[in-house]
């Protein structure tokens, strides 16, 4: 999308802009990675309208104090949970296992 049309969108538009392009970016890496993609070059436009997105937010929140950048999730550290989840997991998976070979 060229950035004429992009500065004619609001802050709540480019982010979700942003949000699509991020998730198709993601998807052709999938298929990139798997040797489907049809157009690789499409790689690239989307990072270079990501990169056009951001720059908009970042205008737009230097330009105006009240607009809020997007809020970065906060990720707890809960490894070790997830391990001993992913343990107990593979424990009833063996189990499971040897009751069927029994």
Do not use: C, H, W
């Amino acid at each position: 999308m060229k950035i004429k049309e992009l500065r004619e969108k609001s802050v709540e538009e480019l982010r979700q802009t942003e949000a699509l392009y991020k998730e198709e970016l993601f998807n052709l890496r999938m298929q990139s990675s798997t040797k489907q993609i049809e157009k690789p070059s499409r790689l690239r436009d989307l990072r270079r309208g990501i990169a056009r997105v951001k720059t908009l937010l970042r205008e737009e929140e230097i330009e105006n104090p009240e607009v809020k950048p997007a809020a970065a999730k906060k990720v707890e550290k809960t490894e070790k949970p997830a391990k001993a989840e992913k343990a107990e997991k593979a424990a009833k998976k063996a189990e499971k296992v040897k009751e069927k070979k029994k």
